[in-house]
């Protein structure tokens, strides 16, 4: 039989641990009480997200956790994907680049990086969702996991695939217009070069052969336009040299005795800048090699451009007999001169000219901004 003082101690032990429970319960118990209220506030709230969210061992690469929307997404049901792994849902042509990835994540340690990558999962029937992943290494319990957040793009990819193609056939509407263009540009100089063949007088040859050097000039900007892959502006500098070089393969044998040096950036022009800029440059080399080496002089031809600051300085000069010095070009009835000071004007810039031993042309303006039409 236990005695009277033994019971009095089972007594007291009892009433000591049933104190110490309920001091533990009114510490602990509220706390650990909200805890589990926000444990299940946050797992409702990523139940209710639509991208797919894994939580797997980096070990195994087994899954430990999922939201719903990742069963949903897959067509698994839970009990199912809780037995899987990461390889298991990724296309079959993808699982050596994620595990590159991954594991080149874990290796580095790198738990403040998050890596952004574009795969395919793979559903249960074998049908593949195009998304896009958020991987990150996470550390629960000294325990490393991967935390996969999975965004299906499908429909991002569609519409994206769709601008690529309408971007396309835009761009082959208008290189077949430049090509077109340049085409109809190129029969209106061919009828030029046939209707000058049956011209006698020599004024009326001239006057044919500087039109249909204005109307190259144009065409060989479509030209330029239609070879590159950028249909909304041309190297000028490019662009300078074919036409420099085809006005004086126009003007044959005479313009041989002239030596021609060109200097000029690398510039990228507009449409808008590059067609009455290129009529300039036309009409000034054609004046140099009508007027400026008469007698069979010999010179030298120069043409300079480069951009300051936004403004573009196109320098055109020679040194031959030079614009006669009671000559105002600006108000000149010669159609050249008169063109050239109408298309200054339509670049909205200004010209200079100088008449120290020969002829020398400042011309500096901006590059036109494209006015919407329709």
Request: overall charge negative; aromatic content about 8%; charged content about 30%.
């Amino acid at each position: 039989m236990r005695s009277d003082n033994e019971n009095n101690w089972d007594s007291i032990r009892e009433k000591i641990i049933g104190l110490g429970e309920q001091s533990i319960r009114k510490s602990y118990y509220p706390e650990l009480q909200q805890r589990i209220s926000e444990l299940e506030r946050f797992r409702a709230l990523l139940d209710e997200t639509n991208d797919a969210i894994f939580l797997s061992e980096v070990s195994s690469g087994k899954f430990a956790d999922f939201n719903n929307s990742a069963c949903e997404q897959l067509g698994y049901s839970p009990q199912k994907l809780s037995e899987m792994s990461v390889q298991d849902i990724i296309s079959s042509g993808e699982i050596e680049g994620m595990k590159h990835i991954i594991d080149n994540l874990v290796e580095g340690r790198q738990f403040k990086n998050r890596l952004t990558v574009e795969t395919f999962l793979k559903r249960q029937d074998n049908s593949l969702i195009n998304v896009e992943i958020n991987i990150s290494l996470v550390c629960f319990s000294d325990d490393d996991y991967i935390v996969m957040v999975a965004r299906d793009i499908t429909e991002r990819k569609e519409f994206e695939n769709a601008l690529k193609s309408s971007i396309k056939e835009k761009e082959v509407l208008i290189r077949e217009i430049h090509h077109r263009v340049k085409n109809n540009m190129q029969i209106i100089s061919s009828l030029l070069n046939l209707q000058k063949q049956y011209v006698h007088d020599e004024e009326a040859g001239n006057v044919l052969l500087e039109s249909q050097n204005r109307v190259k000039s144009m065409a060989m900007i479509h030209e330029k336009l239609y070879q590159t892959q950028n249909f909304s502006e041309i190297n000028f500098g490019d662009y300078i040299t074919s036409l420099v070089d085809d006005l004086f393969s126009s003007y044959g044998s005479y313009s041989r005795r002239i030596k021609k040096k060109m200097i000029f950036d690398e510039i990228m022009l507009g449409l808008e800048t590059a067609i009455p800029c290129g009529l300039i440059i036309s009409e000034l080399v054609t004046n140099t090699l009508k007027y400026a080496f008469p007698n069979q002089m010999e010179g030298e031809f120069r043409i300079e451009m480069y951009e300051i600051d936004g403004f573009y300085h196109l320098i055109i000069s020679d040194n031959g007999v030079g614009i006669p010095p009671n000559l105002n070009f600006e108000k000149t009835e010669t159609l050249g001169l008169v063109l050239v000071d109408s298309l200054v004007n339509q670049l909205e810039g200004t010209v200079e000219l100088e008449r120290n031993g020969g002829t020398k042309f400042k011309i500096v303006f901006k590059e036109l901004k494209y006015e919407e039409r329709f």
